[in-house]
């Protein structure tokens, strides 16, 4: 079992910059691929970003790439999603996601653990 706490979300100007974490409880939670999805109201929820749990293996949407960046901290028991260049199009309610495989995490529907999710809003 693993439980997800967001923070970090926030207001911000377009072009400014948000990091946010997610912290996780358990023991193993070194062992669990993790990512970051996004939903903007009236939309489905969708993949942002993820990160293997061994070989530090980075995926993102195309979207975000070269904007945002994640990485995980197995020590702390974190994850965190640094966004830089942010643009309105990017407000959404931030979720992180836990699952034992990378493929999976990648999936909405076959995410294993959610976060409750942190706010981020852009202003233009």
């Known amino acids: 079992q693993v439980q997800l706490v967001e923070s970090g979300g926030g207001l911000v100007q377009a072009g400014g910059s948000l990091r946010l974490s997610c912290a996780a409880s358990?023991?193993?939670?070194?062992?669990?691929?993790m990512g970051w999805f996004r939903q903007a109201p009236g939309k489905e929820r969708e993949f942002v970003a993820a990160?293997?749990?061994?070989?530090?293996?980075?995926y993102y949407a195309d979207s975000v790439k070269g904007r945002f960046t994640i990485s995980r901290d197995n020590a702390k028991n974190t994850v965190h999603l640094q966004m830089n260049s942010l643009k309105p199009e990017d407000t959404a309610v931030y979720y992180c996601?836990?699952?034992?495989?990378?493929?999976?995490?990648?999936?909405?529907?076959?995410?294993?653990?959610w976060g409750q999710g942190t706010q981020v809003t852009v202003s233009s």
């Open positions: 358990g023991r193993t939670f070194s062992s669990y691929a």
């Open positions: 990160i293997s749990w061994s070989v530090y293996s980075t």
């Open positions: 996601a836990a699952d034992s495989f990378v493929t999976e995490v990648r999936v909405a529907v076959r995410v294993d653990y």
